[in-house]
Structure formats: structure tokens, C-alpha cells
């Protein structure tokens, strides 16, 4: 329950798929150390490289215990992924962004180009193990496209027209 509610509010706090959000300030910085944004940055290669190899019991290690116990086994997390999420099982590039905070979860920002070209907003929630590591906890995935000509900074004018 958890895990979905992660979701849900990254979904929420993002204002994918709703065509009135406003942007009125940009998103929090986590104070994470550089020491853990390099742990994002890995956990996220690591599992794109996983999946990339049709690794699904590797992949599957990247993901916390609440996710790992929703889908249950290293095959229906796959599946999952393939079904939702199939931009990041061979993207041709990834690119890190800024770390931003999600009701106290570290949220690391990517935009990843599919095969096809396209480009994806993904962003990646963690949750800090018992062990000090970290582990993705969700992820949101969204048509850069579709990002975009949702989005209305507070001037009104939409943000795709200021970047042309």
C-alpha cells in the first residue's frame, strides 16, 4: 500500500496528465550526499543494464522490499516492466537530472531516449535500507512530449513555446 501511495504522489506532485498544473516553484533539493546520488545513478544503470540483459533476478535487487513483495518474484516484475515501463529496458541514453524531495523520499530525475528516439521524464523515488543503502522504491515514467504541453508556468505561456 505503501509503494502505491509512493506513486500516486509522485504522479501527483509532477502534474502528469493534468492539463491545469501550474508550475509556481521549481521542486525542493534533497540534501543528499554526492555519495548517494552516485548510488541513484548506479542502482538506476544497474537495473537498466539488467534488464537491457534480460536479467530479471538482477533487476529485481534493485528494487525495495515493498516492491519486491508487491510483484512478488524476478518474472512478474518483468513482466511489469515490460508492459509499463519498456523505455527503460534498452533506452539509447540516459541523463541524470536534478535530485528532488517527494514527501521525504529522495526522487532522482532522468530523461531517458527510447530506441524509437523518444524522449521520457522518469523519475526514480529511493528508499534508504537498514543497511545504509539505497533502493529504488518507484518509478514514474512520461512521454517527454506529454510532460511538457501539460505544464503552464506562472506567466501562462506553456513551456513548450518558451523553448522554441
Not at 120 to 140: H, K, M, N
Not at 148 to 159: A, T
Request: proline fraction near 6%; charged fraction near 20%; charge should be positive.
Amino acid at each position: 500500500m505503501r509503494t502505491v501511495l509512493m506513486l500516486a504522489i509522485l504522479t501527483l506532485s509532477v502534474g502528469f496528465g493534468s492539463p491545469g498544473f501550474t508550475q509556481t516553484a521549481p521542486a525542493p533539493q534533497v540534501q543528499a550526499s554526492e555519495a548517494d546520488r552516485a548510488q541513484f545513478r548506479r542502482a538506476i544503470d544497474g537495473q537498466i543494464a539488467a534488464l537491457r540483459a534480460g536479467d530479471a533476478a538482477r533487476a529485481f535487487s534493485f528494487a525495495s522490499p515493498g516492491i519486491q513483495a508487491r510483484f512478488g518474484d524476478p518474472a512478474t516484475f518483468l513482466s511489469m516492466v515490460e508492459g509499463g515501463y519498456a523505455a527503460l529496458i534498452d533506452p539509447q541514453s540516459v541523463a541524470f537530472g536534478a535530485v528532488t524531495d517527494t514527501l521525504g523520499y529522495p526522487t532522482q530525475i532522468a530523461t531517458v531516449v527510447d530506441r524509437q528516439g523518444r524522449a521520457w521524464t522518469a523519475l526514480y523515488a529511493f528508499e534508504r535500507q537498514p543497511d545504509g543503502s539505497w533502493r529504488i522504491s518507484g518509478c514514474v515514467l512520461k512521454r517527454l512530449d506529454q510532460v511538457s504541453s501539460s505544464i503552464v508556468p506562472p506567466s501562462g505561456r506553456r513551456l513548450a513555446e518558451k523553448m522554441l
